[in-house]
């Protein structure tokens, strides 16, 4: 259960010096090193892998299967499958979501709800660093 991680690949990346204003929808894997100002939305959210790089900001709302995230976030975020906070990671919003690994480090300034159609996961991960 704990071992099961999403074998998505990236199949777009937004640079650390692009700035998006809008909103932005993808289908399968997307790595997002630049701002955003706008909500990220998975179109098929199902199979989506969206990953939120230590450089990265987004201003809006974030939705998708499996989110990766160390950088910022200033708006809600909903994972369908697993979210995955990285030590730098921060999150200024309400947090849903299926599954949840959260690493020593991670900030989240809002609530924490877990999907209500399931039973919560929550996985406490050591940091090795």
């Given at each position: 259960?704990?071992?099961?991680?999403?074998?998505?690949?990236?199949?777009?990346?937004?640079?650390?010096?692009?700035?998006?204003?809008?909103?932005?929808?993808?289908?399968?894997?997307?790595?997002?090193?630049?701002?955003?100002?706008?909500?990220?939305?998975?179109?098929?959210?199902?199979?989506?892998?969206?990953?939120?790089?230590?450089?990265?900001?987004?201003?809006?709302?974030?939705?998708?299967?499996?989110?990766?995230?160390?950088?910022?976030?200033?708006?809600?975020?909903?994972?369908?499958?697993?979210?995955?906070?990285?030590?730098?990671?921060?999150?200024?919003g309400d947090v849903h979501?299926?599954?949840?690994?959260?690493?020593?480090?991670?900030?989240?300034?809002?609530?924490?709800?877990?999907?209500?159609?399931?039973?919560?996961?929550?996985?406490?991960?050591?940091?090795?660093?």
């Open positions: 259960m704990f071992n099961r991680k999403t074998k998505n690949t990236i199949d777009s990346l937004i640079g650390a010096t692009t700035v998006i204003q809008g909103d932005l929808h993808f289908k399968g894997g997307l790595r997002i090193d630049g701002h955003i100002r706008g909500n990220v939305v998975a179109d098929l959210e199902a199979s989506s892998m969206l990953v939120i790089s230590e450089q990265a900001k987004i201003d809006g709302e974030v939705r998708a299967a499996h989110i990766v995230v160390n950088g910022v976030i200033n708006g809600p975020v909903f994972s369908s499958e697993l979210l995955e906070l990285q030590p730098k990671a921060q999150i200024f979501y299926k599954t949840l690994e959260m690493l020593s480090g991670a900030v989240v300034s809002g609530k924490l709800s877990h999907d209500q159609a399931q039973e919560p996961v929550l996985k406490l991960a050591a940091n090795n660093a």
